[in-house]
């Protein structure tokens, strides 16, 4: 086992687009001497930051319907940082992208909430419309029309917008983190591929890193953004013990033409605690659409890497009686059932596409089954915090912060849009903690939006 002899301010766990985004914060904005990134893949965003494995979607809160109007409003600042950032170098049109986007309500009811919803965000959001179905059939006729031109009979309302970035390639996005990281000369920075970490001990002043390629490196402190494996780490040191975690895969469709123009959402169902069936232009498939996420839930931590994480989700789940009964919680609702058993059946072949069509036609009506395929090798999992504490599924992020120089961060959507506010949060803890300095006024004038 060979030992490293340098002893890094910070290293980061994870290669992700969070842990790129904090490598980046690092060596911009603060005068740390030195920092570390361990990615255990032998390339950076491999796993849910990789653009197949997301909905590549700039999460700010204007047509997500399950959004609290309070949410909204942090999502919101998060996600002009990501605008602002790719504005800063000029990766519009190349990274970031703008389609026009909007939610859509269908029916009375739904109708009624998309007009009230609008109503109280168009002062956080003023640049959403509404749109009827006269206006949806010019700006977006796939969603009014079936197959033989004959429009909706049911009532139908869009809010959104035709003028704003929507959309980002995330896996670029986190190789751009890296690459502008290393223009800043005064900071040691380095980035180890191929290098896992297994590991944490505790020295006198430092940390100690094992790493399954047989290497130790040392640090003052670490951030661990591993994703699901945050969780997995954080139990085997002893922390975070009062949570489980279940893994959430999320699978796809994909069109070989362009059935969209934007991004169409559907409103959420406040009982389903996954997101809502979506169409997308797709940047890896040249604007094509695809429909998704499905939710199913997986025995296993990463999806498409083999079966080796099976272990490791039963370690994070930590099943035990309040566990199940959050489970038991969960599943005596018959539509959470439904949904769940739904989604197992969209992963079959032949009936999934079936079954699967029958949902996405609530977005497109025309959509017939020669239209779609299944996205093989598309999706990711995003590790669901669940709470014994509370005794409930925990959505949206989560940090574990042991106050020793030691933070865990789980990060599921809208992780990869919250990724430079998250790692603000993280910079400044890690100056607080070695009494270095974060240069807030510089960070603001770089990424955050006035007024």
Request: aromatic residues 10%.
């Amino acid at each position: 086992m060979k030992i490293e002899e340098k002893i890094y301010d910070v290293i980061i766990v994870g290669g992700g687009i969070s842990g790129a985004a904090l490598f980046y914060e690092i060596c911009h904005y603060t005068n740390l001497g030195s920092v570390a990134l361990l990615e255990k893949y032998g390339q950076l965003a491999e796993l849910n930051s990789n653009a197949t494995a997301n909905s590549q979607t700039i999460h700010c809160g204007d047509i997500e319907t399950n959004y609290t109007l309070e949410k909204a409003a942090k999502v919101k600042q998060t996600a002009k940082m990501v605008e602002k950032y790719c504005l800063q170098y000029g990766y519009e049109d190349e990274i970031m992208f703008k389609h026009q986007k909007m939610a859509i309500g269908i029916g009375y009811k739904e109708c009624r909430f998309m007009l009230n919803r609008y109503k109280e965000f168009k002062e956080l959001y003023p640049y959403l419309e509404v749109y009827d179905k006269e206006a949806l059939a010019q700006i977006e006729p796939a969603i009014i029309f079936d197959k033989n031109g004959n429009g909706r009979d049911e009532e139908i309302v869009g809010v959104g917008c035709k003028d704003e970035y929507s959309t980002v390639n995330f896996k670029a996005l986190t190789d751009t983190f890296i690459k502008n990281a290393k223009l800043n000369d005064d900071i040691d920075s380095d980035v180890f591929l191929n290098t896992q970490a297994e590991d944490i001990n505790k020295k006198d002043d430092y940390y100690e890193i094992v790493c399954k390629n047989n290497k130790i490196y040392k640090a003052k402190m670490i951030i661990v953004n591993a994703g699901p494996h945050s969780l997995y780490l954080a139990h085997k040191l002893g922390y975070g013990l009062e949570y489980g975690q279940l893994p959430v895969a999320g699978s796809f469709y994909k069109s070989n033409k362009r059935i969209l123009k934007g991004k169409v959402y559907m409103v959420q169902n406040p009982k389903l605690p996954f997101a809502a069936l979506h169409g997308d232009p797709d940047v890896t498939l040249d604007d094509n659409t695809r429909f998704g996420p499905t939710a199913l839930m997986l025995p296993k931590l990463e999806r498409y890497h083999g079966n080796s994480t099976i272990t490791d989700f039963f370690k994070t789940l930590r099943l035990d009686a309040k566990i199940m009964k959050i489970f038991s919680s969960l599943l005596s609702d018959s539509q959470i059932r439904d949904y769940v058993l739904r989604n197992f059946i969209f992963e079959l072949p032949y009936f999934g596409k079936k079954a699967f069509l029958k949902d996405a036609r609530k977005i497109v009506p025309s959509l017939c089954e020669d239209d779609i395929e299944y996205a093989k090798g598309f999706g990711g999992v995003r590790g669901q915090i669940l709470d014994k504490i509370k005794g409930k599924l925990v959505l949206g992020e989560a940090s574990i912060d042991t106050g020793n120089g030691l933070i865990f961060n789980m990060t599921p959507s809208p992780g990869a849009t919250s990724c430079l506010g998250n790692a603000k949060r993280d910079v400044i803890k890690i100056c607080e903690y070695l009494n270095k300095n974060f240069d807030i006024e510089k960070f603001e004038n770089d990424l955050q939006e006035r007024g």
